[in-house]
DNA sequence: ACCATATGTCGGAGAATCCCGACGCGTCAA
DNA sequence: TTGACGCGTCGGGATTCTCCGACATATGGT
């Protein structure tokens, strides 16, 4: 059997140097070369993680001549979104209690 | 070398069982056994994604008697809501395009 | 037509992940 | 004290991930 891409958007976050890729595209769209190029990586391994951020819809690639632009495609974020969000409460909750701790400590 | 556990955040979130166990902790603090018994896995299999978890500072365990309860830290979490952030603009912006252009087609 | 450029994909090596049964340790009940 | 229970961790097998060099394909320029 192949590669076996994983498809799912957690999973396509899980790596460091997706979570880049992605943060670089929030600036506009750009070529392959031009992303490899921020990375102590071989091109083909930056391709490989282009491919799995495909899979999971988070970018689309615009053809230009012989080079591929790719463009973020942000949609699928939302999901992990919807899943933090009943955790938002309690983090938020936490700091509220710390920081009127700290108001209580310091007057 | 050993098992070599990830530590960070979008690793441990990266595992479906490992998010069940956080949506479980959700509702309150549980033992292993207790949480152990919403999957088809063997108890030692949870124990070790508790562990991760714990690695990453997204449980704290409290042990009662022969038991240990697990309590969510949800802390952590806001690391992936903050790198999130900066993205939620596209794909909001993007949802409103739609529903306006929804709204033309249909007034 | 020919060659350089830009990129995808393949084969495979090495590491990490995921899972299990076995075992060990501490705690509780009899 | 003895035995059962709850849990962590170890050893190891199977699978997946990450990366690389090599190769294939397509486009553009000469």
Same mark, same amino acid.
């Given at each position: 059997?192949?590669?076996?891409? @994983?498809? #799912?958007? *957690?999973?396509?976050?899980?790596?460091?140097?997706?979570?880049?890729?992605?943060?670089?595209?929030?600036?506009?769209?750009?070529?392959?070369?031009?992303?490899?190029?921020? *990375?102590?990586?071989?091109?083909?391994?930056?391709?490989?993680?282009?491919?799995?951020?495909?899979?999971?819809?988070?970018?689309?690639?615009? @053809?230009?001549?012989?080079?591929?632009?790719?463009?973020?495609?942000?949609? @699928?974020?939302?999901?992990?979104? #919807?899943?933090?969000? @009943? *955790?938002?409460?309690?983090?938020?909750?936490?700091?509220?209690?710390?920081? #009127?701790?700290? #108001?209580?400590?310091?007057?």
């Amino acid at each position: 059997m192949v590669a076996a891409v @994983p498809t #799912d958007v *957690f999973s396509a976050l899980s790596n460091p140097v997706r979570r880049k890729l992605l943060e670089s595209l929030r600036e506009g769209p750009r070529a392959v070369n031009d992303l490899a190029g921020q *990375f102590a990586l071989s091109r083909p391994a930056v391709s490989e993680h282009l491919q799995v951020l495909r899979h999971a819809h988070l970018v689309r690639e615009e @053809p230009r001549g012989r080079q591929r632009y790719y463009h973020l495609v942000a949609e @699928p974020l939302a999901e992990v979104h #919807d899943w933090l969000h @009943p *955790f938002e409460h309690y983090w938020r909750e936490r700091m509220r209690s710390l920081r #009127d701790l700290l #108001d209580e400590e310091n007057p």
